[in-house]
């Protein structure tokens, strides 16, 4: 088999501010912005990589989710349980330190991990956990 990881989807609630943070902070491209208010699909991604993207999403925009489900998703983007995505890069400090510039909620320092890795994270507009881990 050849698979590839082609797109993964995060939920927004603002997709003016989600735009502000993976375009300008991120330095994501954007590859399409389509629908209207706040229910717009925003597909972002890597310039040098265009075979993966992140889309954004309306969260609980599918018909067959209920209202309970709906405040449920809400009340979890909300607390920052609800989505969250691992980036990788070579310079995890100078890229902390723009992120950081750039206001994000800062939820952990670059920090070797006891498993291996050094990481940092943060949070993204709708709240979603964004941890950054550095290639070596």
Known sequence: MDITIHTTSLPHDDPDAALVFYRDTLGFEVRSDVGQGKMRWITVGPVDQPGTSILLAPPAADPGVTEDERRTIIEMMAKGTYGWILLATRDLDGTFEK??????????EPTDQPYGVRDCAFRDPAG???RIQELR
């Open 99 to 108: 992120v950081q510039a750039a206001d994000a909620e800062v939820v952990q």
């Open 128 to 130: 979603n956990l964004i």
